[in-house]
Nanobody, 122 residues
């Protein structure tokens, strides 16, 4: 079973950019669709982006569409989330997850990382 570890979080000013990475272990990475989720303090976890096994298809929450871009490098067993034009409301712990399809439902993902904190100051 694949395991995933996120990195790249940090503190950034509003309007800035960050790129999150999610490194996966195991030789079966390319057989998994990947998702990005986030959870802000006091709020439920929400879907941010999903990417298909091949990387040809991506899906985004309306709140990040046009600002965030998900991509993957199967040769490097890594998935990325490029976040531009960040807003204070993007502040959250960001998680990547591996599953069989890039759905918006967290329950469809079998493996989760430990999360990485993103803080956007105003």
């Amino acid at each position: 079973q694949v395991q995933v570890v996120e990195s790249g979080g940090g503190l950034v000013q509003a309007g800035g950019s960050l790129r999150l990475s999610c490194a996966a272990s195991g030789r079966t990475f390319s057989t998994y669709a990947m998702g990005w989720f986030r959870q802000a303090p006091g709020k439920e976890r929400e879907f941010v982006a999903g990417i298909s096994r091949s990387g040809d298809s991506t899906y985004y929450a309306d709140s990040v569409k046009g600002r965030f871009t998900a991509s993957r490098g199967n040769a490097k067993n890594t998935v990325y989330l490029q976040m531009n034009s960040l807003k204070p409301e993007d502040t959250a712990v960001y998680y990547c997850a591996a599953g069989f399809s890039p759905t918006i439902r967290g329950s469809d993902y079998a493996t989760w990382g430990q999360g990485t904190q993103v803080t956007v100051s105003s």
